[in-house]
């Protein structure tokens, strides 16, 4: 079996902050999340708005420190990196971010942006690094003919792909892309998604492709793991996943996109309530308050009282954390009953 490149294991986050009235109140950001990217992988990490998202890509890139549970790249743990190594991994392990036009200082050309890591790195100087930074541009589909622009004279899709140059420059093993689409329009959407692809191709990038968007994260990766309310609660094959999601919020995120429904002409399974309405679940499962199975099955106390593992399901090396993933959806129709009805399985 091939050696994961990243590893994440156990991972937790709390942040302290000011909670009603004052009173100082934590909040588990990342709860408990354990997975692997292997070498030229593309995973993509999905989950609503406060789920947790960001904060793991902030805590693999360590920009934050775990509060417990550990990163290994390469099997090596990184917390204990300093000196040499640190940058080492700081060079092997690029983040792009979801704000460009926070992302760049406005009083610094593109060439004094990209001159940067190579510069802090020691990697090239002069004429070698000139031609770098033109192959950069080229490569993300810019002239270099741009470079003693400003950043703030370039379109939102430009920057984003002057964010990728600037993180693909020092050939990292892997990139953290933290919703680097969702805030451009749908057109320049669809440019940098295709860029995304082109460069997984070209290059064999391995990358965790952090977006609230399931179509985009089915369009670029092998794999996708759902976030919800900090705990991973399905990973798996993309294809899989989509066709027979185990987890009743995966099945409602897929439900709610007609597109993914072979055959279609479903009902919209909307998702009942908001991330907030969760209330603070500190034992059982999170997702009970909005969960449409646990409701079907009379609220069975196990749900709120027992936190499901994340454990084997539906076959096609699905995980899900749900104590009754292989119960057979009722009411709404599923994708899963469809397609293995018609590909003559057991009826
Ligand atoms: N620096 C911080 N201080 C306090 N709370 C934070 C901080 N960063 C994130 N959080 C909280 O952690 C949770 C997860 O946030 P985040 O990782 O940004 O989610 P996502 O990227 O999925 O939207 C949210 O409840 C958010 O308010
Ligand atoms: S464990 Fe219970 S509440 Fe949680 S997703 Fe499964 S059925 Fe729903
Ligand atoms: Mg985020």
Request: a positive charge; charged letters at 25%; one cysteine or more.
């Amino acid at each position: 079996m091939t050696e994961a490149l990243l590893s994440v294991r156990g991972l937790v986050k709390d942040f302290h902050g000011r909670g009603i009235g004052g009173s100082r109140q934590a909040v588990r950001a990342v709860d408990d999340v354990s997975f692997d990217v292997f070498p030229g992988e593309a995973l993509g990490l999905v989950g609503e708005s406060g789920s947790g998202k960001t904060t793991i890509g902030r805590l693999i890139v360590r920009l934050e420190e775990p509060t417990s549970g550990r990163v290994e790249l390469r099997g090596q743990d990184v917390r204990g990196l300093s000196g040499r190594q640190l940058l080492a991994y700081r060079r092997d392990v690029q983040m792009i971010f979801q704000n460009t036009q926070g992302a760049f200082n406005p009083r610094r050309t593109v060439r004094s942006v990209l001159t940067d890591p190579y510069r802090i790195h020691g990697l090239a100087s002069g004429p070698e690094l000139d031609s770098r930074i033109a192959n950069l541009m080229r490569r993300v589909g810019l002239s270099p003919d741009m470079l003693d622009r400003y950043p703030q004279q370039f379109s939102g899709g430009q920057r984003q792909r002057i964010g990728i140059a600037r993180a693909l420059s020092l050939e990292p093993a892997l990139v953290v892309a933290d919703e680097p689409v969702s805030a451009l329009d749908v057109s320049v959407q669809a440019q940098v998604l295709n860029l995304f692809a082109d460069l997984r191709r070209e290059l064999g990038l391995s990358m965790l492709f952090i977006s609230h968007d399931l179509r985009a994260v089915y369009f670029l990766c092998e794999r996708i793991a759902v976030l919800y309310l900090g705990r991973l609660v399905e990973i798996g094959p993309r294809r899989t996943l989509l066709e027979h999601p185990a987890h009743p919020y995966t099945r409602a995120l897929v439900g709610s996109i007609p597109a993914f429904r072979p055959g279609g002409g479903f009902t919209r399974e909307v998702i009942r309530g908001e991330i907030s309405d969760s209330g603070p679940v500190t034992t059982g499962c999170h997702f009970a308050p909005r969960c449409k199975l646990w409701r079907e099955l009379g609220q069975p106390s196990r749900c709120t009282q027992e936190r499901p593992p994340l454990r084997p399901v539906t076959g096609g090396g699905v995980l899900a954390a749900c104590h009754f993933a292989d119960v057979p959806p009722d009411g709404t129709p599923e994708v899963a009953d469809t397609v293995a009805g018609r590909a003559g399985g057991p009826a």
